[in-house]
């Protein structure tokens, strides 16, 4: 992931551990996966084992590990950070590094 916007130069990475608060936000998204894949599987078999719950669980968390990681950081950067517009439209920002 960049170190800073490459549009604006906004500094994405503002403190050292900045994204711990996105950590909470994937487990958000992986219960969500959790609970989406037991409601299919209860659909399709009518009876599901841990096994079974396990293993589809753990091949789309996986699977979608590259997506979540990025999409949590982005949401929990958008919780402190104002959108501004296309990057036609606004100013680049001094670089602090």
């Known amino acids: 992931m960049h170190k800073n916007c490459p549009c604006c130069g906004l500094d994405l990475e503002p403190e050292p551990g900045y994204y711990y608060g996105a950590m909470y936000v994937s487990f958000g998204f992986n219960v969500g996966i959790f609970l989406v894949s037991l409601f299919v599987l209860y659909q399709i078999l009518g009876e599901v ?41 606004i100013a680049r920002k001094v670089e602090s590094r």
């Open 49 to 89: 084992t841990m096994a079974m719950m396990l293993t589809v669980v753990g091949v789309v968390v996986v699977g979608l590990l590259p997506i979540i990681f990025r999409l949590s950081r982005i949401l929990w950067i958008s919780i402190f950070v104002r959108y501004e517009g296309p990057c036609s439209e």
